[in-house]
């Protein structure tokens, strides 16, 4: 008995996204937003030990790290650490933005820089992967059967037309990178790395719903 409360426990906590926030004002802050969509109210950690604690114990589905959490060390390690357990939404100045480029650019880390009226803006993006978190991600599940079978077709103009202008435009911005600042330039870099990783998404999504049997595209 005790061990099935036990499992329970545990698998209710894993749906509860994990917050490490050292400054008390801005977690309670920060967990108020996010109860208003979550399941569940979200998990707090003061420290980068405790934080460190329950990623490993409860595999959340998204966690907000707060850079003072860290004490002023590089982010490279901690957020290496964390990303291979749970998507991340970093909460950090502007400038260490340009420490965290790669890790944007595909996909692991979301930023937030704390500045101005923050919290909402974080809160909406732990949202968002919780959201994601519960989609499934089959190719087969209903979701996608429920498409008409020129989906492929679809994915490729809807979007891939309008993307192709950000980035003809980005880089057009970048080919005059000697009139722009070097953290404006990382920035325009970021924006074709992440251009360029869902340009190649939907060529693959658009290619194995092509691929599909049509039985399963008219089911």
């Not at 959340?60 to 939404?89: K, Q, S």
């Not at 991600?137 to 498409?147: F, G, I, R, V």
């Not at 192709?164 to 980005?170: D, E, P, Q, S």
Request: with cysteine; charged share 25%; aromatic share 4%.
């Amino acid at each position: 008995m005790e061990d099935t409360c036990s499992k329970k426990a545990m698998n209710s906590a894993a749906r509860r996204p994990l917050v490490g926030v050292a400054d008390p004002l801005i977690a309670r802050q920060l967990a108020q937003q996010i109860e208003q969509f979550a399941a569940a109210p979200p998990l707090i950690a003061s420290t980068l030990e405790r934080l460190r604690e329950l990623s490993s114990r409860i595999w959340p589905p998204v966690i907000l790290l707060d850079d003072e959490l860290l004490g002023g060390m590089r982010l490279a390690e901690p957020l290496r650490y964390f990303t291979a357990t749970a998507p991340v939404i970093l909460l950090a100045p502007l400038e260490r933005q340009t420490e965290v480029a790669r890790p944007v650019a595909e996909g692991d880390l979301e930023f937030v820089a704390r500045a101005g009226d923050f919290i909402p803006l974080a809160a909406s993006l732990v949202e968002r992967r919780l959201r994601w978190a519960s989609t499934p991600e089959s190719l087969l599940s209903p979701q996608w059967a429920e498409l008409a079978e020129d989906a492929g077709a679809i994915f490729r103009h809807e979007i891939n037309n309008p993307l192709t202008g950000i980035l003809g435009n980005a880089e057009m911005l970048l080919a005059h990178r000697e009139r722009l600042t070097t953290v404006d330039t990382q920035r325009l870099e970021t924006v074709v790395g992440l251009a360029v990783r869902l340009r190649e998404t939907v060529r693959r999504l658009s290619n194995d719903w092509d691929a599909q049997p049509n039985s399963l595209k008219s089911a």
